[in-house]
C-alpha cells in the first residue's frame, strides 16, 4: 500500500478502534482548561493498526473510507440498500442516521461477526443541539457567552447518544456568519471569532470527554471547513470569495481553536473559496490543516461534496472527482459513493500515490 494511503488508514482505523472497541488507553485529563491533542495516538494503538493493515487488502483500506446513510436522509441518496452485504465484505466504514441501539447493534454485529477482520462500523449522527434531551440552538447557547455551559450541554448529548451506539456526531458547526439571510447560522455560534473559538472548543470537550476512549464519550467534527458560513447572498452552498487575510483573520480560528482542543474529524464544506472546492482544496486542507496544524485526525467530507465536484465544473467525472478530493485531503467519502467506485483503480492505476 502507497506510503500515503498507509498514513491515512492509521487515523481512520485508530478511530475506529478507540471510539466503536475502546482498545486504546488514555492518560490525558480534561478540564475547562483542557490541553489538547486527547485520545486518539496511543502507541499501542498504533501498533494494533499496523499490524492490521498488513493484512488488509486494497479494496478492504479503501472500504474505511466509505461513509453512507442508512437512516433518515439528510440529501439526495445512493440508492443503496445492500448495506448488510457491503459491511460482510468489509466495503463500509461508517453508516450514519442511526438512532437506536436496535439499528447500530444489528450493523455491527455483521461488521464484528461476519467480515473477515471483524473491524467495527463507526455510527454517526448529527447530534447538533442534544439527543434525547434538547437545548437550545447553537445561536442561542453562543448568546451566554458561557462555554462551560455548552461544554456541560455537550456531555449530556455524547452521554445519551453513546448508549445507542452513536460514536461520532457532526457537531460543532464553527462557520463565521455574518449574513442574517443565510439560514444555517442558527447552527453556528454567530459572527464573532472570539466567541466562535471558545464556543467550538467547548463542544469539543463536552463531547469527546476525558478520554475519547470512555463509552460515554463520542468524536466531535467541527464543520464546514472552511467559509461555508460566508455564502454570497445568504444562499446556501454559495459561492464565496475570501482574501486569505480575511480567511486567516475572521474563519479559519473557531477550527484552529476545535483542533487545539483535539477534535478527532473535520469535515469539508459544499463552497468553493475563490473559485476552488472547499472539498478538494489542497491550501486549506493540507498546507493549512496539516502542515501548519499539525491536525491527526479525520477530514471527512459533507454529503456527496466528492460527487459535488462534478458540477463544481473541476471534474469531468467521478473517477477524476474522487481522485481530486483525496489528493487534496478528504480522507472520507460520505454519501457519494466515488471512493468505493474508484479509489481502488486510482491506486493500482499509480494515480493515487
Not at 502507541?43 to 478492504?60: I, N
Not at 478530493?325 to 474508484?342: I, T
Not at 479509489?343 to 500515490?353: H, P
Request: glycine fraction near 10%; hydrophobic fraction near 40%.
Amino acid at each position: 500500500m502507497i506510503k500515503k494511503l498507509k498514513t491515512v488508514f492509521i487515523f481512520i482505523i485508530s478511530m475506529l478502534w478507540i471510539v466503536s472497541s475502546l482498545l486504546a488507553q488514555n492518560k490525558s485529563t480534561v478540564r475547562s482548561s483542557v490541553p489538547v491533542r486527547i485520545g486518539m495516538y496511543d502507541p499501542a494503538v498504533d501498533a494494533k493498526v499496523e499490524a492490521l493493515l498488513r493484512k488488509m487488502t486494497l479494496e478492504e483500506k479503501v472500504g474505511q473510507l466509505v461513509q453512507y446513510s442508512a437512516g433518515q436522509p439528510t440529501g439526495p441518496g445512493t440508492g443503496r440498500t445492500d448495506y448488510n452485504d457491503m459491511i460482510a465484505k468489509g466495503q463500509i466504514g461508517a453508516l450514519f442516521n442511526i438512532s437506536t441501539a436496535k439499528e447500530t447493534n444489528a450493523f455491527q454485529r455483521i461488521a464484528v461477526g461476519k467480515s473477515r477482520l471483524h473491524i467495527p462500523i463507526l455510527f454517526g449522527l448529527d447530534v447538533i443541539h442534544g439527543f434525547r434531551t434538547e437545548f437550545p440552538i447553537p445561536l442561542a447557547l453562543a448568546s451566554t457567552w458561557d462555554p462551560l455551559l455548552v461544554e456541560k450541554t455537550s456531555r449530556i448529548a455524547a452521554q445519551e447518544a453513546s448508549a445507542t451506539g452513536i460514536r461520532w456526531t457532526f457537531s460543532p458547526m464553527v462557520d463565521i456568519a455574518r449574513d442574517a439571510r443565510w439560514g444555517r447560522m442558527a447552527e453556528g455560534n454567530g459572527e464573532d471569532p472570539f466567541l466562535g473559538s471558545a464556543m467550538a472548543a467547548g463542544y469539543v470537550r463536552g463531547y469527546q470527554g476525558q478520554h475519547l476512549d470512555s463509552r460515554d464519550s463520542i468524536a466531535a467534527c467541527a464543520k464546514h471547513y472552511v467559509g461555508y458560513g460566508a455564502a454570497e447572498g445568504g444562499r446556501d452552498y454559495n459561492t464565496t470569495e475570501i482574501s486569505e487575510h480575511t480567511l486567516r483573520q475572521y474563519y479559519l480560528p473557531p477550527f484552529h481553536a476545535a483542533v487545539n482542543a483535539g477534535v478527532a474529524s473535520i469535515m469539508s464544506a459544499f463552497n468553493s473559496i475563490n473559485g476552488v472546492p472547499a472539498s478538494a482544496n489542497p491550501f486549506t486542507l493540507t498546507q493549512i490543516l496539516r502542515t501548519e496544524w499539525g491536525f491527526r485526525g479525520i477530514v471527512d467530507s459533507d454529503w456527496t461534496s466528492v460527487g459535488e465536484l462534478i458540477p463544481h465544473g473541476i471534474a469531468n467525472d467521478g473517477i477524476t472527482a474522487a481522485r481530486k478530493a483525496f489528493l487534496a485531503g478528504v480522507d472520507m467519502d460520505m454519501v457519494s459513493s466515488l471512493y468505493h467506485d474508484h479509489l481502488a483503480a486510482l491506486v493500482r492505476s499509480g494515480q493515487v500515490a
